[in-house]
């Protein structure tokens, strides 16, 4: 099985709707991040947690929420879906800081189009 | 601020041929440097990293990569291109705690047979 698992893996929405996108990880990491990546553009950090009861906005957090429900789960929310949020959105993980714990690892993505 | 470069958007070899891609950062502290590549429907899988020590560094996959902090510079080489290397490779930069990597834009790779 998977690691770092993301449902759903494609949404397709309309402007307006509420989508919520899940992360969930069986690695055991305590930071997780949120992702999107479009193209031309590499990949964007929107928000991150270091463990369940913190969260922190990324470079691009306008226009999105996240809930750490779990040290396992970590879901990203857009509350009313606009087009150019029509993007590849990727979760990744991370052990505690320091060197050799540096590297994330990451989901498969979710494909969301916003209509 | 941290940012990356990755001059090239599309590189093209020939299967058997070397393969250099290139990656410039800049960042205010000592770097914490990474290779990721993405396959097409995948996400992204880390090919190597440099924290310190040796400037060159071996990753998976017959790749390796040097960092020269007199360029800025973190490029990635593999001797013999593989078919299986068509790609998409992100070099990325990040600090201690891990809560800042910034990655480039990409470069595509493209394997002729």
């Given at each position: 099985d998977a690691d770092v698992t993301q449902t759903p893996r494609n949404r397709i929405t309309k402007t307006g709707k509420r989508i919520m996108l899940e992360c969930s990880q069986t690695?055991?990491?305590?930071r997780m991040y949120w992702y999107r990546q479009d193209p031309g553009l590499g990949l964007r950090l929107i928000y991150y947690s270091f463990d369940v009861k913190d969260i922190n906005k990324g470079e691009i957090s306008d226009g999105y929420s996240v809930s750490?429900?779990?040290?396992a789960k970590f879901s990203l929310s857009l509350e009313s879906a606009i087009p150019n949020q029509t993007a590849l959105y990727f979760c990744a993980t991370a052990g505690r800081s320091g060197p050799g714990y540096n590297e994330q690892f990451f989901g498969p993505g979710t494909r969301l189009t916003v209509l | 601020a941290q940012s990356v470069t990755q001059p090239d958007i599309h590189i093209t070899v020939s299967e058997g041929a070397s393969l250099e891609l290139r990656c410039n950062y800049s960042y205010g502290a000592t770097p914490y440097l990474f290779w990721y590549v993405q396959s097409p429907g995948q996400g992204l899988q880390l090919l190597l990293k440099y924290?310190?020590?040796?400037?060159l560094v071996q990753g998976i996959k017959g790749f390796e990569a040097e960092f020269k902090r007199s360029q800025s510079s973190f490029n990635l080489r593999k001797p013999s291109v593989h078919w299986s290397d068509a790609a998409e490779y992100f070099c990325a930069v990040g600090g201690y705690n891990n809560n800042d990597m910034r990655f480039g834009a990409g470069t595509r790779l493209t394997v002729k047979p």
């Open positions: 690695k055991g990491h305590d750490r429900q779990a040290q | 924290f310190s020590g040796d400037t």
